[in-house]
């Protein structure tokens, strides 16, 4: 069974680089037929997407965030991470890594981490 | 980007069947799929492709699709499907993704 696991920090300042990491384990962040992805949101909020990469070389970001984000794979370890610079309260959230089917004319998030929420407070 | 369009809150009486619905212009060209998720849980994958569910969901759970609209529908409502509704799908002139803004279930 695939199991995701987000890990970081839960509070930072404003103006910091956040970076998640994501520990895959049951399946392999090498397999062509996924992407791996970033989602957060926001305390009451609705599901915004951050972005997804693929160990075969393509990462697609949400534009509204792209210019802050970037997200990367470590095959060796298993994992993947999310790093978004100059945080600010807006990026309070809880932060989760999934799995995402990325083909054709279907697109989902199969499988996902229980989330981590970050907080950004002075 | 695209935007995908969800009523904020539905209601139905226990047992009974329910439409929870969602609007894009995308959705003419991708599959939507569907996430239920419950306070304090992360979401779960309930509905993708053109009707497809994953191991584990009910199969009162069903998706259809039509034109620019995308649908949920749970046939027999339970207690237990309370929770928020999210459809998920591709944008279609970029390369993003792109949630509705969530319809909250409330089974009476």
């Known amino acids: 069974q695939l199991q995701l696991q987000e890990s970081g920090p839960g509070l930072m300042k404003p103006s910091e680089t956040l970076s998640l990491t994501c520990t895959v384990s049951?399946?392999?962040?090498?397999?062509?037929?996924?992407?791996w992805g970033w989602i957060r949101q926001p305390p009451g909020k609705g599901l915004v997407w951050i972005g997804s990469f693929s160990s075969g070389g393509s990462t697609y970001y949400n534009a509204s965030l792209k210019s802050r984000v970037t997200i990367s794979g470590d095959t060796s370890k298993n994992q993947f991470s999310l790093k978004l610079s100059s945080v600010t309260a807006a990026d309070t959230a809880v932060y989760y890594c999934?799995?995402?089917?990325?083909?054709?004319?279907?697109?989902?998030?199969?499988?996902w981490g229980p989330g981590i929420l970050v907080t950004v407070s002075s | 980007s695209s935007e995908l369009t969800q009523d904020p809150a539905v209601s139905v009486a226990l047992g009974q069947t329910v439409r929870i619905s969602c609007q894009g212009d995308s959705l003419r060209s991708y599959y939507a799929s569907w996430y239920q998720q419950k306070p304090g849980q992360a979401p779960v994958l309930v509905i993708y492709g053109r009707n497809n569910r994953p191991s584990g969901i009910p199969d009162r759970f069903s998706g259809s699709n039509s034109g620019n609209t995308a649908s949920l529908t749970i046939t027999g409502a339970q207690a237990e499907d309370e929770a928020d509704y999210y459809c998920n799908s591709r944008d279609s002139s970029a390369n993003e993704v792109v949630f509705g803004g969530g319809t909250k279930l409330t089974v009476l």
């Open positions: 049951g399946g392999s962040i090498s397999s062509s037929s996924y992407y």
């Open positions: 999934a799995r995402h089917f990325w083909y054709s004319t279907s697109y989902y998030f199969d499988y």
